[in-house]
Every structure is written in C-alpha cells, then in structure tokens.
C-alpha cells in the first residue's frame, strides 16, 4: 500500500503538531500502522503503533503521556498527535504499515512493516 505522511512544520518548545498518515484510495482499517522517527547519525527508532485487529496501541516510553496514536476518518488516517513537543523530538517521522497484525515485540522493528511513507520533518526549537 502507497502512504502519504503529512503534518510536519517547526514548532517552538512546548508546542504541538499533528502527523497525518493517509493511504489514497484505501482505508487503512485492516493494516498495523506505526510511526518512525530518524534524527542525522541515529537509526530509526519506533515511536507509536496503533495495530490490527482491535485498538491496541504502544508508545515509545520517551513519548507516553505526550503523544497519541489514533484512527480517524472513516479509518483512512492514522494521526500521531504530538503535545509538549521537546528538542529532541526532531526528526523526520515516517508511517508505516503492515496489512494484518504485528506481534507486540515485533512492532518495534521496521522490518516488520512493508509500506512506509514519505517522511514528514518535524522540527522543536528550544
């Protein structure tokens, strides 16, 4: 499946953005779909997944209590609403999907995913 990740800008400290990942012509209802991040020099890391079936979700502990993971429109969007935005949560942030379910360990691991988006650069100045 083609994704579509969109929502990113610059925010100061403190702030809050929303992430937008969308996949034209289809819902995503059927499919586990998490979130990436990548800052220079570093690997992706995990952030948020919100997985299939059910609505089982799971957050990078650097993220609980700040971001929120969730389905919307009709299942066609998957929006990481990010509040409390700190520095270090610079990055570009992809989605990603997997039609099906994820185990709970596998989640984690981008090799788990088959569909990734474009990527969105969200940028926190201090």
């Known amino acids: 499946v083609q994704l579509q990740a969109s929502g990113g800008g610059l925010v100061q400290a403190g702030g809050s953005l929303g992430l937008s990942c969308t996949a034209p012509?289809?819902?995503?209802?059927?499919?586990?779909v998490g979130w990436f991040r990548q800052s220079p020099g570093k690997e992706r890391e995990f952030v948020a997944v919100?997985?299939?079936?059910?609505?089982?979700?799971d957050y990078t502990d650097s993220v609980k209590g700040r971001f929120t993971i969730y389905r919307a429109n009709a299942r066609k969007t998957v929006t990481l609403q990010m509040s409390n935005l700190k520095p270090e949560d610079t990055a570009v942030y992809y989605c990603?999907?997997?039609?099906?379910?994820?185990?709970?360990?596998?989640?984690?691991?981008?090799?788990?995913?088959?569909?990734w988006g474009q990527g969105t650069q969200v940028t926190v100045s201090s």
């Open positions: 990603a999907a997997k039609r099906g379910s994820i185990s709970r360990s596998d989640v984690l691991n981008p090799a788990a995913y088959d569909s």
């Open positions: 012509r289809r819902t995503l209802h059927n499919f586990t």
């Open positions: 919100t997985r299939w079936p059910g609505a089982d979700t």
